[in-house]
């Protein structure tokens, strides 16, 4: 029987041990009681067992660190912030590789400035005077001068969406997907019509059809894109607030408002339009959507001939019924942009309590309040949600394609086709069926160079989270350039290996489909001869390949690590002296899996080099050139057997390869790096989870440097040509100074793993 042994009863023990061991002091000396201390001593043993607890501001505190999202009404679904612009591009001037950049090729943070400022501010949306009575002109600064973008830019600025922003990126996404199904079933459509004739003109013309005229009228007609979404569209509220500093609002503010000239400037179009929220007065523009539709009336008839009268009709009365509102005005010391579909969607929250700031959803910034931020951002659930129904890669694309060729036609009986386009369809489903979602937040701020932390987000289910892995210590050498560990989720593999698969068989059929056309075309022609010779002599050895690759995987663990250093040694090649071969460094490459089942690993073998030898034999009897395949030599040691091919320049050190032991598979570089490694393997260390990436810079400058110096000293005998080596001497010293000015670059490291049952990633690109 397991006994559960309270705190309480751990620091009574730990207290009776204490005052049993000691002498008892003087009662003067002593006046805390036997209680108080017990109760000190239990407090210290929670405090070391409990979990460290996270910290946890107020919305007043909150506020003060996040900006203007103390504005930001409850309801925001979506927040990004990016502060102290000017200061991070002070900081980036002072690395020594900016410095280099810009005096050798001009380049820099100030050389983007006026691009910048045209981007916010066009020059041809300046005002001139009188042009416009709502707001004041921008003169541009003194003596006419354009202003920096700082201006705007170098606070902070945030951008926002509000309450209903997922549900209209849910219809942008619909819209997008159907629109590509469409376009799918277009190209469906084509390949029927060029399949009657062997015509490519039948093709074209069938298919400007269908992208023309034909591709609106579907839009709109369709049940899940067409009247019914655009009806229910609207411009969710946005938000883009820049923060000046004292003294230049006003300046900041006129900058903003002279952009609003071009909606002044639609005659008729839009309307004067002013609101108050959060304690502000906002002036801006509704763009009116009842006068759109009356422009588009008066092409009715253009329309109806194209998309039908029907569609006309609909698309013009539901158009008439969106609006557009943009509004500019100051809070506090930001300059604030608001648009959205009416003036009562854009609100602002009237005090802190009533802002996002005040729950939870931005608390996951709590814990670096101590640090300089760089960016905030937040991402509602509902949106990833929302963005998931209609993600996929091939998946629409297969179905438009299968309606498309569906319903007969020049291709002959296509359900064989149909069913496997369907099937790609089902397993890309499966697969996303593996993806999950949940609230993101991330963080950026300045530690060491930059961090970035992260919470939530959208979750592809390719990384087996709950997996400890055996490999993490292998990334534990400081001589590594470079390490990757990741524990793979043996679902996801399996279904992405299916769905693989069905994409490769369906483009076989329909390839094979158009080669059994009896059509004289000369395109069709070279395709027929193409895949009969590819079934005569090729496709089985291919097949046999694919399911030797198919094999040894699964003869492999779902883990893999890559290791890359720069400490092999340099290969004897021809041309080089024998003293730079000796004192270079070459990189070695590693890539380690743990084995499941080595007898599936030896079979895979025996298949790939029976498939492979047999490809050779054809290609050699086509080409009348004899092609040999090569026979590997193998070596043992320790139980593990490395299997390469012999070539004048290799050794150890320097050897494509794969060893192979009972319980580990490498494909290395180098021989020895992947003995190293199996041993330190079989060792064991201390186990990880999660995915890790890790780049260390300081590793490949060192390595730049030393290389620069063997070729410095060995350059007599490798620089012989005329000139050669006056201008490799020429160009050294900017090749030192380069190396130098990457020296401010240490590391950069990348973890995802799973904490309190959400996706957490942490980067670091730190800096010396």
């Not at 505190?61 to 009404?73: I, N, S, Y």
């Not at 969607?345 to 309040?369: N, Q, R």
């Not at 319980?663 to 199996?678: P, R």
Request: proline residues 3%; negative net charge; aromatic residues 8%.
């Amino acid at each position: 029987m397991k006994y559960k042994i309270s705190v309480s009863i751990l620091g009574g023990a730990i207290l009776f041990g204490a005052v049993s061991c000691k002498e008892k002091p003087k009662t003067a000396d002593a006046p805390e009681t036997a209680k108080s201390v017990a109760e000190k001593v239990v407090k210290a043993v929670e405090e070391a067992v409990a979990p460290k607890m996270k910290k946890s501001l107020t919305a007043e505190e909150r506020a003060a660190k996040l900006g203007f999202a103390k504005f930001l009404p409850k309801d925001t679904e979506m927040v990004m912030s990016v502060y102290d612009a000017r200061k991070a591009g002070d900081q980036l001037k002072a690395l020594k590789l900016y410095g280099l950049l810009q005096s050798e090729i001009g380049m820099g943070v100030d050389g983007f400035e006026q691009e910048m400022l045209d981007e916010v501010v066009p020059e041809d949306d300046l005002l001139e005077d009188g042009e416009q009575d709502e707001f004041e002109e921008f003169d541009g600064g003194e003596m006419g001068e354009a202003p920096s973008p700082w201006l705007l830019l170098g606070q902070e600025v945030t951008f926002a969406l509000g309450d209903t922003g997922s549900e209209q990126a849910a219809r942008m996404m619909k819209f997008s997907s159907r629109m590509t199904y469409f376009q799918a079933r277009a190209m469906g459509k084509a390949a029927q019509a060029y399949a009657k004739t062997g015509d490519m003109q039948d093709f074209t013309d069938s298919l400007q059809s269908e992208m023309g005229g034909d591709m609106m009228k579907n839009l709109l007609s369709d049940p899940e894109s067409g009247i019914a979404l655009i009806d229910k569209a609207e411009m969710p509220p946005f938000y883009i607030a820049m923060r000046a500093k004292e003294g230049e609002l006003e300046q900041a503010a006129q900058m903003v408002n002279s952009g609003m000239g071009i909606f002044g400037m639609a005659e008729g179009m839009a309307e004067p339009v002013e609101i108050e929220t959060g304690g502000a007065k906002f002036m801006g523009y509704k763009l009116l959507g009842a006068k759109i539709a009356e422009l588009m009336e008066e092409g009715k008839e253009g329309m109806a001939e194209s998309m039908g009268e029907d569609n006309a009709t609909a698309l013009i009365s539901a158009i008439s019924r969106k609006n557009i509102v943009v509004v500019t005005g100051t809070v506090a010391d930001y300059v604030v942009v608001m648009i959205g579909g009416s003036e009562t969607s854009l609100k602002l929250a009237s005090g802190i309590e009533e802002s996002i700031v005040a729950g939870d959803e931005l608390s996951f910034a709590d814990d670096y309040a101590d640090k300089q931020f760089v960016s905030v951002i937040y991402g509602a659930n509902e949106v990833w949600e929302e963005i998931m129904d209609d993600a996929g890669v091939f998946a629409t694309y297969a179905l438009g394609i299968r309606d498309g060729i569906s319903g007969g036609g020049g291709m002959g009986d296509t359900r064989d086709l149909e069913a496997m386009l369907q099937i790609v369809a089902d397993r890309e489903k499966a697969m996303l069926g593996l993806c999950s979602s949940e609230t993101l937040g991330m963080v950026a701020f300045v530690d060491e160079g930059l961090k970035i932390e992260s919470i939530g987000g959208y979750d592809q289910g390719a990384v087996d989270w709950d997996a400890k892995t055996s490999l993490a210590h292998l990334g534990d050498s400081g001589d590594n350039m470079l390490f990757l560990n990741i524990p793979s989720n043996a679902a996801y593999d399996e279904q992405m290996g299916d769905y693989l698969e069905a994409i490769v068989e369906t483009l076989y059929a329909a390839t094979v489909k158009f080669s059994e056309l009896e059509i004289d075309a000369p395109e069709l022609a070279q395709v027929k001869e193409s895949m009969k010779l590819f079934d005569g002599q090729f496709r089985a050895d291919f097949v046999g390949l694919y399911g030797a690759l198919g094999n040894l995987s699964d003869g492999l663990g779902h883990e893999t690590a890559v290791v890359m250093d720069l400490k092999g040694s340099m290969p004897a090649i021809p041309g080089f002296p024998q003293a730079f071969v000796d004192e270079a460094k070459a990189p070695r490459f590693t890539m380690i899996s743990p084995v499941a089942d080595r007898g599936k690993i030896k079979e895979s073998w025996k298949e790939m080099d029976t498939r492979m030898t047999s490809l050779l034999a054809k290609v050699s009897e086509m080409t009348n050139e004899k092609i040999p395949m090569q026979k590997p030599i193998s070596s043992e040691k320790d139980g593990m057997t490395t299997w390469f091919f012999s070539m004048p320049f290799f050794q150890d050190d320097f050897m494509p390869s794969v060893t192979v032991s009972d319980e580990w598979f490498c494909m290395s570089t180098s021989k020895t790096q992947a003995q190293d490694l199996m041993i330190k393997a079989a060792d064991g260390g201390a186990a990880g989870n999660g995915a890790v990436l890790r780049v260390n810079f300081r590793a490949l400058v060192d390595y730049a440097d030393g290389m620069l110096a063997v070729l410095d000293k060995n350059s007599a005998e490798i620089f012989t040509g005329e000139g050669e080596r006056e201008s490799f001497k020429s160009e050294m010293e900017d090749m030192r100074k380069f190396i130098d000015a990457c020296r401010d670059f240490d590391s950069m490291s990348w973890r995802i793993r799973k904490e309190g049952g959400s996706v957490r990633g942490s980067v670091h690109f730190k800096v010396n």
